[in-house]
T-cell receptor
Framework: EADIYQTPRYLVIGTGKKITLECSQTMGHDKMYWYQQDPGMELHLIHYSYGVNSTEKGDLSSESTVSRIRTEHFPLTLESARPSHTSQYLC???????????FGQGTRLTVV | GENVEQHPSTLSVQEGDSAVIKCTYSDSASNYFPWYKQELGKRPQLIIDIRSNVGEKKDQRIAVTLNKTAKHFSLHITETQPEDSAVYFCAAMNSGYSTLTFGKGTMLLVSP
């Protein structure tokens, strides 16, 4: 079934660890996004990609990095996790401008 | 860049009442306006969208209106039910850009 998948769903890690949050979509979408959702609900765009080898920073400054080597895969990496990175991270994709964006189930990250 | 304001941040209604959530946007070039519903612990999902060439769109109990001159759009839910309880996000997109700018969200609580 065409969908967008995120792993892991939940992650608890120690400060200073390097982590990668995985996002894959089988919808054939060119455009992919990472949002950080704080406990107050708001969705902050942290990275996006128009296609393979394209990555852009979003509105919210983030210490994370992304890569887009394959159309279907858009991983997000934190080189050194800190408690301030504790949040929910949502991956999304869409076909193009003015089309529905589909979200993954999210990764809830806790840094202790 | 685009800025989307959403009000109210929380809305409590009795079952059967109507609920209205309002959003304003800043970029007059924006032409796609989706609404997403996020239930507790779940991913945001599109419930209705409208493009700038129409002023109103309806789907059963939900409707969206758009006033391009005033740069505001609204979500209307009639005959609310407890299962309508969720966080609702409005968003705006410019066809020249591929990112959605979201409002801060409205938590709707429908009491039986």
């Amino acid at each position: 079934e065409a969908d967008i998948y995120q792993t892991p769903r939940y992650l608890v890690i120690g400060t200073g660890k390097k982590i990668t949050l995985e996002c894959s979509q089988t919808m054939g979408h060119d455009k992919m996004y990472w949002y950080q959702q704080d406990p107050g609900m708001e969705l902050h765009l942290i990275h996006y990609s128009y296609g393979v080898n394209s990555t852009e920073k979003g509105d919210l400054s983030s210490e994370s990095t992304v890569s887009r080597i394959r159309t279907e895969h858009f991983p997000l990496t934190l080189e050194s996790a800190r408690p301030s990175h504790t949040s929910q991270y949502l991956c999304a994709s869409n076909k193009g401008s003015g089309t529905e964006a589909f979200f993954g189930q999210g990764t809830r990250l806790t840094v202790v | 860049g685009e800025n989307v304001e959403q009000h109210p941040s929380t809305l409590s209604v009795q079952e059967g009442d109507s609920a209205v959530i309002k959003c304003t946007y800043s970029d007059s070039a924006s032409n796609y306006f989706p609404w997403y519903k996020q239930e507790l612990g779940k991913r945001p999902q599109l419930i209705i969208d409208i493009r700038s060439n129409v002023g109103e769109k309806k789907d059963q109990r939900i409707a969206v209106t758009l006033n391009k001159t005033a740069k505001h759009f609204s979500l209307h839910i009639t005959e609310t039910q407890p299962e309508d309880s969720a966080v609702y996000f409005c968003a705006a997109m410019n066809s020249g850009y591929s990112t959605l700018t979201f409002g801060k969200g409205t938590m709707l609580l429908v009491s039986p």
